[in-house]
């Protein structure tokens, strides 16, 4: 590979460390670079999927005589559909290389509750399309140091998931509170759950439990990668809790709290 220089040495006590620690870099570097690659082969494949969709939809069109209007303007909308997939996994994806890079906007003290407020609205219509129920509860105190858009895509993400994976007539439960110098913001939903199993992978890109489900609502399998990413940089952990398949799905996210004199505690 690219990183396969390893160094032997037989000497002196301090070489033999120094060759370990650059042995030690180099491992590291390969699994970088191999984790890399296997990024681009996998983001290159779900932009290929909603390429050959949109493909095989225009060919359909052109390639039968006399379709009627009706059936014409059903494969246009499919087109459509493709075409909002792109641009869905597209954004994801530019988000996520804005996190890696480090290109992330300067952070500054933002209150909690006005952008859990936000986003609840913004949500609401999606969760009244399949008679969730979305409550929520907001600690007013609540500060982190992050950008207004961060805890959008955080709440924003789990949030919506929340509703996707809890289905007809669920309920998605989101709490704001201020614990022992932390945020912690909770976002619990009635549906299906996630085993144990499947949850070591939910943050990774791409991953998704059922692909054919997540597809089917929308998903591009970088939600959660784009909540653990932003937490994470924002100096926060997120972790969800272990339950008994189908019993839902409680979320928890810590961010450290934001003092008045503008410091974290
Ligand atoms: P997606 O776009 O597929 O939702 P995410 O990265 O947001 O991708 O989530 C990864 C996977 O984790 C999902 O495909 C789904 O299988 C699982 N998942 C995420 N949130 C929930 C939830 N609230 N309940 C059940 N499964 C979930």
Redesign the pocket.
């Known amino acids: 590979g690219a990183y396969s220089h390893r160094a032997k040495v037989t000497g002196s006590d301090e070489i033999a460390q120094l060759a370990a620690e650059f042995n030690s870099l180099t491992d590291r570097l390969q699994r970088t670079e191999s984790a890399r690659r296997q990024f681009v082969s996998d983001a290159s494949h779900e932009l290929k999927t909603p390429l050959a969709g949109i493909r095989l939809l225009t060919d359909s069109i052109l390639q039968t005589d006399d379709m009627n209007a009706e059936t014409t303007r059903e494969f246009v909308a499919d087109i459509g559909e493709e075409a909002q997939r792109l641009t869905r996994i597209t954004e994801?994806l530019l988000r996520l290389t804005r996190l890696d890079s480090g290109a992330a906007a300067e952070p500054a003290p933002v209150a909690v509750a006005p952008v859990l407020r936000r986003v609840v609205r913004m949500l609401a219509v999606v969760a009244r399309e399949q008679e969730t129920t979305l409550s929520y509860e907001a600690d007013e105190s609540a500060v982190v140091l992050a950008t207004e858009d961060d805890l959008h895509q955080i709440l924003y993400?789990?949030m919506?998931?929340?509703i996707?994976?809890?289905g007809h007539m669920g309920f998605?439960h989101t709490a704001l509170t201020v614990e022992g110098g932390d945020v912690v913001i909770q976002?619990e939903?009635n549906?299906?759950?996630?085993s144990d199993e499947?949850m070591p992978?939910?943050?990774?890109?791409?991953?998704?439990?059922?692909?054919a489900?997540?597809?089917e609502?929308?998903?591009?399998?970088?939600?959660?990668?784009?909540?653990s990413d932003t937490v994470c940089r924002r100096g926060g952990t997120v972790s969800?809790a272990h339950r008994p398949a189908g019993q839902?799905?409680l979320?928890t996210v810590r961010l450290p709290q934001v003092t008045e004199e503008g410091g974290s505690t």
Do not use: A, M
């Open positions: 994801d993400n789990l919506e998931n929340g996707k994976y809890s998605v976002v939903d549906g299906v759950g996630i499947d992978h939910i943050f990774e890109r791409f991953y998704r439990v059922d692909k489900r997540s597809r609502v929308g998903g591009t399998g970088l939600g959660l990668s784009i909540v969800v839902g799905t979320f």
